[in-house]
């Protein structure tokens, strides 16, 4: 019974990343679609600790800490690009 909650929330993570998606193709700007681009890494981490807890897998959600901290990283690396901040 708690696999069809776990099949469920993939299942709204992967809409919202299709939405997401769409979003950072049809961005107006280029911070737009920054945004898109990290709402989808968080989406992505979401599914790992989702997929984590269906599979009784510990290493699973490690993985998305990690994914997590590395996203946070480029995206603060791109806006301070975006700033004109790197050279």
């Given at each position: 019974m708690i696999f069809i909650g776990f099949f469920y929330g993939i299942l709204g993570v992967i809409?919202?990343?299709?939405?997401t998606l769409v979003r950072?193709?049809?961005g107006p700007s280029v911070?737009?679609?920054?945004?898109?681009?990290?709402?989808l890494n968080t989406l992505?981490?979401?599914?790992?600790?989702?997929?984590?807890a269906a599979y009784d897998r510990v290493i699973?959600?490690?993985i998305a800490i990690v994914y997590a901290l590395l996203s946070y990283i480029g995206t603060l690396v791109v806006a301070?690009?975006?700033?004109?901040?790197?050279?």
């Amino acid at each position: 019974m708690i696999f069809i909650g776990f099949f469920y929330g993939i299942l709204g993570v992967i809409l919202a990343g299709v939405i997401t998606l769409v979003r950072v193709m049809l961005g107006p700007s280029v911070p737009d679609r920054v945004v898109g681009v990290d709402t989808l890494n968080t989406l992505i981490v979401a599914g790992m600790i989702l997929l984590g807890a269906a599979y009784d897998r510990v290493i699973y959600i490690d993985i998305a800490i990690v994914y997590a901290l590395l996203s946070y990283i480029g995206t603060l690396v791109v806006a301070k690009y975006l700033q004109g901040g790197l050279e």
